[in-house]
Each structure stands twice: as C-alpha cells, then as structure tokens.
Nanobody, 124 residues
Framework: QVQLVESGGGSVQAGGSLRLSCAASEFTYRYNCMGWFRQAPGKEREAVATIYRSDGNTYYADSVKGRFTISKDNAKNTLYLQMNSLKPEDTAMYYC?????????????????WGQGTQVTVSS
C-alpha cells in the first residue's frame, strides 16, 4: 500500500507562509484522490483541501479558500499545500491522505491511507 510522508511544517507568525509536501511511495491511478487534512487538539480531523488527480478538480474548506493552494507533481510523486496568510486558527497537525476512486472526495472517513502528520503552529 502507498506510504505517505509529510514535511514542511513549522512555526510561523500570523501572516506568514509555509509549504507542506507529501511524498508518496507511488502515484498510480489507485490513489487518484489525495488531500490535506488537519486536526487541532480537542477537535475532529477536518478536510483542508483535496484534489482528484485525473482532472485536477479540487475542494477547499471555506476557512482556507483564497489562502491555501493544493497542487501535485506527478513526476516527483509529491503533493503540496501552499499556505499563505496563515492565522493562529490554522494551528494543527496536518495530514496527507490518499484513496482510490473516480471522483473527488473530501471527508476524512472516505480516506484509508494516511501519513504521520506534520505540525503547523501559527503565533499571533
């Protein structure tokens, strides 16, 4: 099964930027939908952005629209999340996820393959 390894997290001040990367052991049609999710202490895991790799269709949570951009590099088997204008409420553990399928998914319960996560902390 696919292995997912996130990187790029860290601590930034509000208004700053970070780019998260997710290196996948394989990038095949079997894992055609990928995404970024986050979980803050005491809260449920929520979708941040997902992408259907076949047509590039994307989903963004309302809270990140206009600030975050999800993208992929098929040649490098890597998924990215560019995060700009970060806010303290973006502080969370960020996870990369993948699943097979033929459409866009955006619920955490629909994804079966997860990375270990990378911490993002935004200070005010």
């Amino acid at each position: 099964q696919v292995q997912l390894v996130e990187s790029g997290g860290g601590s930034v001040q509000a208004g700053g930027s970070l780019r998260l990367s997710c290196a996948a052991s394989e990038f095949t049609y079997r894992y055609n939908c990928m995404g970024w999710f986050r979980q803050a202490p005491g809260k449920e895991r929520e979708a941040v952005a997902t992408i259907y790799r076949s047509d590039g269709n994307t989903y963004y949570a309302d809270s990140v629209k206009g600030r975050f951009t999800i993208s992929k590099d098929n040649a490098k088997n890597t998924l990215y999340l560019q995060m700009n204008s970060l806010k303290p409420e973006d502080t969370a553990m960020y996870y990369c996820a993948a699943r097979p399928g033929f459409r866009l998914y955006y619920r955490a319960e629909d994804f079966g393959h997860w990375g270990q996560g990378t911490q993002v902390t935004v200070s005010s």
